[in-house]
């Protein structure tokens, strides 16, 4: 059974750029999750996509954005990128509360 | 709002010893508690979750974990540490109906041969 895939692994981006990350969740789930992870904040909760809806969203700037397709797959956008956007964003699928399964992230270098 | 406090931030153990990592939250209601594991350039794997009943859960890889509402704790425990389990390890909290975890700030373990 294939995993999480997030696409791009790694990419590089200048300030004021914007940014989408893809993110193909286990075959069967329906909800997919993001999150940030820096160093400094540590793991944060940005959104969560059921069904082509959004159920939950973080504490973000509305520059952070997202969506569903019919097949599950998401697509999160950083608009307007800041230096403080560098992270690792991980994406993250599920079947049940709390069973998140976790791609191996896409790391987003804002120089 | 739920918040996960994890009071190490790094641990040392020598290979073959015991391991227990600590985890605090904060919940007004009975919380699903989750360990997740995160080795360098990957992404997190679940280790065990609590959901109801039995307070002692096991997971995978030979960890296990306590629930203990009085303590308001969800220590992870193995009983002899290996190599490659050397890692970061991560509380976490949820709601009963959405994933929106709430992560502790995590616990990096180091294993001396």
């Known amino acids: 059974k294939a995993g999480v895939t997030q696409t791009p692994r790694y990419l590089i981006k200048t300030r004021g750029q914007q940014v989408t990350l893809s993110c193909s969740p286990i075959?069967?789930?329906?909800?997919v999750s993001w999150y940030q992870q820096t160093p400094g904040q540590g793991l944060q909760f940005l959104f969560e996509?059921?069904?082509?809806?959004?159920?939950n969203k973080g504490n973000f700037p509305g520059r952070f954005s997202g969506r569903q397709f019919s097949n599950s797959r998401s697509e999160m956008n950083v608009s307007t990128l800041e230096l403080g956007d560098s992270a690792l964003y991980l994406c993250?699928?599920?079947?049940?509360?709390?069973?998140?399964?976790f791609g191996e992230g896409s790391r987003l270098t804002v120089l | 709002a739920q918040s996960v406090t994890q009071p190490d931030i790094h641990i040392t153990v020598s290979e073959g010893a015991s391991l227990e990592l600590r985890c605090n939250y904060s919940?007004?209601?009975?919380?699903?508690l989750f360990w997740y594991v995160q080795s360098p350039g990957q992404g997190l794997q679940l280790l065990l979750k609590?959901?109801?009943?039995?307070?002692l859960v096991q997971g995978i890889k030979g960890f296990e974990a306590e629930f203990k509402r009085s303590q308001s704790s969800f220590n992870l425990r193995k009983p002899s540490v290996h190599w490659s389990d050397a890692a970061e390890y991560f509380c976490?909290?949820?709601?009963?109906?959405?994933?929106?975890?709430?992560f502790g700030a995590g616990t990096r373990l180091t294993v001396k041969p």
């Open positions: 993250a699928s599920s079947r049940e509360v709390g069973e998140l399964f």
């Open positions: 075959s069967g789930h329906r909800s």
């Open positions: 996509y059921f069904s082509e809806t959004q159920r």
């Open positions: 919940y007004g209601a009975t919380p699903y």
């Open positions: 609590y959901f109801s009943g039995d307070t």
């Open positions: 976490a909290v949820a709601t009963y109906n959405n994933n929106d975890m709430r």
